[in-house]
């Protein structure tokens, strides 16, 4: 069974550094998606990437996220200057044209604190 | 404001019983829902409905969509412990992203 694979599983970074979450989606997948779900909170829409820009983002997905695809298989969401109310689990899911019959396949997340 | 509801929040059962759960949605442009099984980290695909009355169904599980009445429900027979999970439901909303609004979850807690 594909997977999508997430690094780090566990970040933490002090408030105002910089953070890369790193993704490798289905390779065959068109549609990319970062989502986030703040402990004891829903799963919440971030941002999502087809055709190699930005399709859609959420308000959460302010000037200090960046996403980037550089090479085809990695999907990267950048966090410029981390703060508190970052610390979340991040969660990268890719859809491809088989969607309707298997879904979204999300990967195991990185679970990001902010100290 | 789309919105899905799930309830109950939470449910602790004995193995054997049978559970439903409930999600309810007011979303726009509706594609589709999904519901997803979240264990310990990664929300695992269960099932994703499209048409209303068509029950979808894998093993114990299964899943049944009311599209006029905004509303599906996850069934679960014969409980097992491995069945303990959180449960989501999350609605595909049509158009360039597809992208997943989800509902706070229902924790199942299955006893022995």
């Known amino acids: 069974e594909p997977e999508v694979t997430q690094t780090p599983s566990h970040q933490v970074t002090q408030m105002g550094q910089e953070v890369i979450l790193r993704c490798v989606p289905i390779s065959n997948h068109l549609y990319f998606y970062w989502y986030r779900q703040i402990l004891g909170q829903k799963v919440e829409f971030l941002v999502s990437f087809y055709n190699n820009e930005i399709s859609e983002k959420s308000e959460i997905f302010d000037d200090q996220f960046s996403v980037e695809r550089p090479d085809g298989s990695n999907f990267t969401l950048k966090i410029r200057s981390t703060k508190l109310e970052d610390s979340a689990m991040y969660f990268c899911?890719?859809?491809?044209?088989?969607?309707?019959?298997?879904?979204?396949?999300f990967g195991s997340g990185t679970r990001l604190t902010v100290v | 404001e789309d919105k899905v509801v799930q309830s109950p929040l939470s449910l602790v059962v004995h193995e054997g019983d049978t559970v439903t759960l409930n999600c309810s949605y007011e979303v726009t442009n509706f594609r589709s829902l999904l519901w997803y099984k979240q264990e310990k980290k990664a929300p695992t695909f269960l099932f994703m409905l499209?048409?209303?009355?068509i029950e979808k169904k894998s093993g114990r599980l299964s899943s049944i969509l009311d599209k006029k009445e905004l509303f599906s429900i996850l069934n679960i027979t014969a409980t097992q412990t491995g069945d303990s999970a959180v449960y989501l439901c999350a609605v595909e909303q049509g158009g360039a992203t597809n992208k997943l609004i989800f509902g706070t979850g229902t924790l199942l807690a299955v006893q022995p």
């Open positions: 499209t048409s209303s009355g």
């Open positions: 899911a890719s859809g491809g044209r088989d969607r309707g019959i298997r879904g979204y396949t």
